[in-house]
């Protein structure tokens, strides 16, 4: 199989389709005989062909998944090692591929996309000069079809700004992008921004128009992040007007029916938020005339916004907007007065550190997922995790106003969970969590909690509300609390005095027996990180770790 032949094209159609085969003895030789073809002269170009001109959509689907992952494996040079795709082929794909990809449907096009990308990351700029020219052309097509698969592989190139080095090869790459890329950008915003008002009441228009947007919006992110370039300092006004406006923008048309899945309009906000965040993170010098009507909008959008799980990231991002203004110093000033505070902190904090029908969901039949947000930091664009950073934003300079605020309502969640622990626990978790959020000042892995807001008093708190839970004769009552108690001792265990910390060890113990996975996990992690502490001597844990090895052993017999 090498010539550009129909007879090659029938044989390749018939693999592939064999490939699909659920039986694996018809599956297996055709996966393994395309393993020994691959690395033949025009293979990946009959790939790209029958995905061009088969009339299977199955076959076409198929043929763009197998170049993607040949793509994946083969493109990059390896010193040393014999090049795997001819300089034959090579340059007939980078010739080829833009157009392929942008007159194919839409689940072809994401798959050459991707396939652009991983070629563009090894060659672009040096082996593929023009690949930029020839995508900026096509915004002057006017057909969104086009354009949103331009946009999408521009992201893909370009994402990797926001991760990278900085060197003078890295500079000069995003000077050509620039230079290339960023007027043709900003004139498709201005565009798309004037026909979104023009098919205002159509809805299929504006979702192609609003996918472009949030696209472009990415992109501003991108080659935005590493400096501020010239061309977007001098462009400030039109860009940052228009994402304000999108900002406040609500059109009816675009809101959706699913409490899960964030629309277009959620999409978009979250992006213009982060974009927000980055200029008053890294350029708030220029960006100051701005902030305020920043500031003012997504604080609006913040206390309008549901509890719906779609918009969470909305919500998050919008919280570390805030969050990233307040510990700025320029900005001290917007976050002085009482009321202020009060209001962040009664209309922002206190409702997004709320334990929701979805985190409970999440706590009963997804534990693996809840422990890794929880636990391991993955719940980097949670509500709770956003609430939680602003506290410790908030509280670099308004460390005494805030603590007394927030100790008013930990009381009072506390008042209520008392009143009625059946029907108000969530009231304690949540009460937990703010004293969580206002006491920690930093941490590491290794230690817990290091630093500690002196006005939190946590030894008390432990005493009189974490260790009622933890010594609970019903193990599996209130499992998110007890887990909650069980990570209160595991990230303070640093600040706990070492005779609380003996004091819970048996305890934890016996929550390794626990039902919920997510407690006798905690149970588990905790008394790792206690047991590998410098603090209580090893003398002292002997009688503990001799329960623990013979709870173990029964829980293994269990098994």
């Not at 005779?499 to 905790?526: D, G, N």
Request: hydrophobic share 40%; proline share 4%.
């Amino acid at each position: 199989m090498a010539d550009l032949n129909d007879a090659n094209l029938q044989s390749l159609t018939e693999v592939l389709r064999k490939t699909l085969d659920p039986d694996p003895n018809a599956r297996r030789p055709a996966e393994k005989f395309l393993e020994s073809v691959e690395g033949n002269q025009n293979y990946s170009l009959l790939l790209l062909t029958l995905l061009e001109k088969s009339q299977d959509n199955v076959i076409r689907v198929c043929a763009a998944v197998m170049f993607k992952n040949y793509i994946k494996r083969n493109w990059r040079i390896v010193e040393d090692e014999p090049n795997k795709i001819s300089e034959a082929d090579r340059t007939a794909i980078k010739a080829n591929i833009v157009n392929l990809m942008l007159s194919s449907p839409e689940q072809i096009q994401k798959q050459l996309s991707d396939a652009i990308s991983i070629i563009g990351r090894e060659d672009f700029p040096q082996k593929w000069p023009d690949l930029l020219t020839e995508m900026v052309t096509r915004f002057r097509s006017g057909d969104f079809h086009i354009i949103n698969g331009v946009l999408r592989t521009a992201h893909s190139l370009f994402k990797r700004y926001r991760h990278e080095f900085k060197s003078n090869e890295l500079w000069s790459e995003i000077k050509l992008v620039l230079d290339t890329f960023a007027q043709p950008l900003t004139e498709l915003f201005k565009a798309t921004i004037e026909l979104c008002q023009t098919h205002a009441t159509d809805v299929n228009v504006l979702k192609v128009l609003f996918s472009s947007l949030t696209l472009i919006s990415k992109l501003f992110y991108s080659l935005n992040f590493q400096d501020l370039p010239e061309f977007f300092e001098d462009n400030m006004e039109t860009w940052m007007t228009n994402f304000h406006g999108l900002l406040t923008l609500d059109n009816k048309l675009l809101q959706t029916d699913d409490e899960e899945e964030a629309g277009l309009l959620e999409l978009l906000k979250s992006q213009i938020c982060d974009n927000a965040a980055l200029y008053a993170q890294k350029y708030d010098e220029e960006f100051q005339p701005y902030l305020p009507r920043f500031v003012t909008a997504i604080w609006n959008l913040l206390v309008s916004t549901g509890q719906e799980v779609k918009y969470d990231l909305l919500v998050s991002n919008a919280i570390q907007f805030l969050a990233s203004v307040c510990e700025r110093p320029h900005y001290k000033n917007l976050f002085e007065d009482q009321s202020t505070l009060t209001s962040i902190c009664e209309k922002v904090i206190v409702p997004n550190m709320e334990f929701r029908s979805a985190d409970e969901e999440a706590f009963e039949d997804n534990s693996e997922e809840y422990i890794r947000r929880d636990l391991e930091g993955s719940d980097i664009d949670t509500r709770r995790r956003a609430a939680c950073d602003l506290v410790r934003c908030l509280c670099k300079f308004f460390e005494g106003p805030v603590t007394a605020i927030f100790s008013g309502y930990v009381n009072s969640m506390l008042g209520e969970y008392a009143k009625s622990p059946k029907e108000n626990w969530k009231h304690k978790d949540a009460a937990i969590y703010l004293v969580t959020s206002l006491a920690s000042k930093a941490q590491t892995q290794k230690h817990g909690i290091t630093q500690a807001n002196e006005m939190v008093n946590l030894i008390e708190f432990f005493v009189n509300h974490i260790l009622p839970d933890l010594k609970s004769s019903n193990v599996n009552e209130f499992p998110v609390l007890k887990a909650d108690a069980i990570k209160y001792v595991m990230i303070f265990r640093s600040q706990l005095p070492k005779e609380h910390l003996l004091q819970a060890v048996p305890l934890l113990i016996t929550h390794l027996q626990a039902e919920s996975t997510v407690q006798h996990t905690y149970a588990a992690h905790a008394l790792e990180r206690l047991f590998t502490m410098k603090g209580p001597s090893n003398l002292t844990l002997i009688p503990a770790s001799l329960i623990l090895i013979t709870t173990c052993l029964s829980l293994c017999a269990c098994l």
